[in-house]
């Protein structure tokens, strides 16, 4: 099982609405369940990753990225990709950025399991749970 916050799907596919026609490609990070809150933060074992953030897409600069790897963005912060395809099938491929997790949509870009899915490098589907739940809030100091 997959856990993701709603607010993190929803900014994704508000990211993949805008963007089309084009792709959208970014990093994900998770926070352990026993620092989130909201209505299914109790629900989720504490130890278990929940993807809550996102690293702001930088569209059309493929010199930051190599072989499906972002170099602008530390790779010990990314346990995670989102990538949209605009024209093409809920399934991973072979020109999109590899990650241990990769979430993918499609149009008509919506959460429900035909155009919202999540998969590992090798292409499998896995169970995605999408929960109500926040990260804590972060503050510059």
Known sequence: MVYVTRGLVDVLLDLASDADPNEVTTGLSVTP?????????????????????????DPGN??????????????RQIQGRFVSHPVGELEVSK????????????????????????????GTRHPLEVVDAEPPRETLS
Do not use: Y
């Open 33 to 57: 369940a026993a620092e989130l809150t909201g209505a299914d933060a109790a629900d989720i074992p504490p130890e278990t990753p929940v993807f809550t953030d996102f690293f702001l897409p």
């Open 95 to 122: 020109k999109d950025d590899l990650a241990q997790v990769i979430f993918v949509a499609v149009p008509p870009w919506g959460d429900d399991e035909d155009s919202f899915g999540v998969f590992d490098r090798a």
């Open 62 to 75: 493929s010199v930051n990225a190599v072989f499906g790897v972002d170099l602008s963005t530390p790779a």
